[in-house]
């Protein structure tokens, strides 16, 4: 008898840290510190954790593509991702993933001060410009939005920069312009806005039509006048969809209890964010989770054909 105990003890203390039991962290990419995915992920995880036995831990990645990535490696099960990096990530054979909703709309947003001579996209040409983090959905972004207006790598001097970062050597002028792609209102632009002027550059015309013709997942989109202190026009950008996703290796009633949470909890997430949340199924492109279908089946919320 003893030596079954001998064999089963680290059987058993294995099994207390992993599935078997309520203590293993699920890991939640998110992205860096300053952007609404990283108060997101934290707000979300608290109500979760509230209510339920499911413990997490927010991992700061650099963003879409890196959480695709991590989730393909399973070092993250739960990750927030735009939908243009999960097109392009599914195109290369990752999808080991499925989604539970959509979250909102992330804009575009092009900083830059408002004493500058930067007056338009055109006019980046040749200055340092802060294009976000490798591996995130803002460099992509910034890279097709500059082609759009002609601008390669070698025509201006680009700086792979978290948003808290990008802002500060903004401020200090170490930087020209800063790519954020973000929900609104973005509390790293609008902390920027309340310390100095600040401007932003439009996209439109035959750009913003070259860009939302070649691309599924871009459409054009406005941010309001008086999102930030200080904006006093209407904004011309892009905008594209945010995706709540899951590693396909999560089991189907920690989705359920995701999914679950994360309607139940709308409003309060909602009051925490400084940003329109927009909870559905639009705009997804790959498939649901079967946990996260069992709970749209049980609130009676209709899944698009083909999802």
């Known amino acids: 008898m003893k030596k ?48 339920t036995d499911l413990v997490f831990e927010v991992k700061e990645t650099a963003g879409s593509a890196a959480n695709l990535r991590l989730l393909q490696e399973n070092y993250i099960s739960v990750a927030i ?24 709309t992330e804009y575009c947003q092009i900083v830059v001060r408002d004493d500058s001579e930067i007056k338009t996209v055109s006019d980046l ?7 976000g983090e490798e591996e995130s959905g803002t460099a992509q972004n910034a890279s097709q939005i500059l082609s759009a207006y002609g601008i390669s790598d070698n025509l201006l001097k680009t700086r792979n920069m978290n948003y808290t970062k990008a802002a500060e050597a903004l401020k200090n002028g170490e930087i020209e312009a800063m790519f954020v792609t973000a929900g609104i209102q973005t509390s790293v632009i609008e902390s920027l806005a309340k310390e100095l002027p600040i401007r932003f550059l439009q996209v439109e015309g035959n750009a913003l039509s070259i860009l939302t013709d ?26 594209v969809k945010s995706i709540l996703l899951v590693g396909n290796k999560i089991s189907e009633n920690a989705a359920y209890t995701l999914t679950k949470e994360l309607y139940e909890h709308a409003s309060d997430l909602q009051y925490a964010m400084p940003l329109s949340l927009e909870l559905s199924l639009d705009g997804i492109t790959v498939p649901l989770h079967p946990g996260a279908e069992r709970y749209y089946e049980e609130a009676g919320i209709e899944i698009p054909s083909g999802m």
Do not use: H, W
Request: proline residues 2%.
């Open 81 to 104: 991702a735009q939908t243009d990096m999960i097109d392009e990530a599914v195109k290369s054979g990752n999808s080991d993933f499925s989604a539970l909703s959509a979250l909102y």
């Open 125 to 131: 040409r040749g200055k340092t410009v802060s294009v």
């Open 4 to 51: 079954i105990i001998a064999l089963l003890l680290p059987l058993l203390i294995l099994c207390s840290l992993t599935a078997c039991g309520s203590s293993k962290k699920i890991r939640f990419g998110t992205a860096g510190i300053g952007g609404n995915y990283y108060l997101f992920g934290q707000t979300l995880t608290e109500y979760v954790s509230q209510d």
């Open 214 to 239: 070649s691309y599924d997942f871009y459409d054009a989109a406005v941010i309001p006048a008086g999102t930030y202190t200080g904006q006093d026009a209407d904004v011309a950008t892009i905008g």
